[in-house]
C-alpha cells in the first residue's frame, strides 16, 4: 500500500469517527445560514457583499476547528502514537488529517454557497476563481489547525489558541465590509492574513471584483501559506506529536 493509500485511509478512518456525526454537521450548516438569513432580511440588496465572507468564515471554522480538535484528542487517548507504530510517515498523517478536515470544511462551504445560489439566487461570475479560493483556502485553513493541534496538549488549549487567531482576524480580513473601507493602517495587517485572501477571491468568484489588481496575489499568497503551513505542521509533528 503506497504513502497516498494510507493517507487516503487515515482520512477515510476520521471522517467515519468524527466528521460524519449529524450534530457536528448540522450545527456547521445552521450558523453561517442564520447568520446570511439575517443579513438577507435586513438588507435583502446589499447580502451579496458579505455572502463571499460568510462562505470563507465558514471554511475557516470547519476546517480548523475539527482538524485541531481530532489530533488534540488522539494524543491524549494515545490513538496517534500508536498510528506512529505503524509503516505511515509524518508527512502521511498530516495529509490524511489535514485531507479529511479540508473536505468538511469544503462540504459544508458548498452546501451554504449552494444554498444561497439557490435560495438567495447569489450569482458566480468566475466558478475557476471561486473554485481556486475554496482549494486553496481549506487547504491552508486545515494546515494550520494541525499546527495549533500540535503544539498544545489539551483540546481546550488548541481551541483557545485557534479563537485568539480566528476571531480578530473575522474584523480584519473584509468579511464584513470591504478592505477599500479599510483605514490605510489597518491595512498591512489585513494582508497578512489568509482569510483575506479568501475572501477576495471568492468575492472574484461571486461579483466578479477583487480588491487585488490580478487574481494570482491572493492565490499565491495562499499557496505560500499552504506551503508554509505543511512545513511547520510536519516539523512541529516530528518534535511533539509523541507527547
Known amino acids: 500500500m503506497s504513502q497516498f493509500a494510507r493517507a487516503?485511509?487515515?482520512?477515510?478512518?476520521?471522517?467515519?469517527?468524527?466528521?460524519?456525526?449529524?450534530?457536528?454537521?448540522?450545527?456547521?450548516?445552521?450558523?453561517?445560514?442564520v447568520l446570511m438569513l439575517a443579513m438577507y432580511l435586513k438588507d435583502?440588496?446589499?447580502?451579496?457583499?458579505?455572502?463571499?465572507?460568510?462562505?470563507?468564515m465558514t471554511l475557516l471554522f470547519g476546517c480548523t476547528s475539527m482538524a485541531a480538535i481530532v489530533v488534540t484528542f488522539e494524543k491524549r487517548a494515545g490513538t496517534l502514537r500508536r498510528l506512529l507504530l505503524t509503516p505511515v510517515t509524518p508527512q502521511t498523517i498530516i495529509l490524511g488529517k489535514a485531507g479529511s478536515a479540508a473536505a468538511y470544511g469544503l462540504a459544508t462551504s458548498l452546501v451554504l454557497a449552494l444554498g444561497l445560489g439557490l435560495l438567495l439566487g447569489m450569482p458566480l461570475a468566475n466558478p475557476l476563481a471561486f473554485a481556486a479560493g475554496l482549494l486553496l483556502a481549506a487547504a491552508a485553513f486545515s494546515l494550520l489547525g494541525i499546527l495549533a493541534s500540535v503544539m498544545v496538549r489539551e483540546v481546550f488549549e488548541a481551541m483557545t489558541l485557534m479563537n485568539f487567531f480566528r476571531f480578530p482576524t473575522l474584523f480584519i480580513s473584509g468579511v464584513f465590509m470591504p478592505l477599500e473601507s479599510f483605514p490605510s493602517w489597518l491595512l498591512p495587517l489585513a494582508m497578512l492574513s489568509p482569510l483575506t485572501h479568501a475572501v477576495e477571491l471568492l468575492r472574484l468568484g461571486v461579483s466578479g471584483a477583487c480588491h487585488f489588481a490580478s487574481p494570482w496575489i491572493p492565490a499565491l499568497v495562499l499557496a505560500a501559506y499552504v506551503l508554509g503551513g505543511w512545513w511547520l505542521a510536519i516539523r512541529g509533528f516530528r518534535r511533539r506529536a509523541g507527547q
Do not use: C, H, N, Q
Not at 8 to 13: D, H, P, T
Not at 45 to 54: C, D, E, N, Q, W
Open 8 to 33: 487516503l485511509a487515515i482520512g477515510r478512518k476520521d471522517v467515519e469517527s468524527y466528521y460524519a456525526k449529524p450534530p457536528l454537521i448540522t450545527w456547521a450548516l445552521l450558523f453561517p445560514a
Open 44 to 56: 435583502p440588496g446589499g447580502y451579496l457583499a458579505v455572502a463571499p465572507g460568510v462562505i470563507a
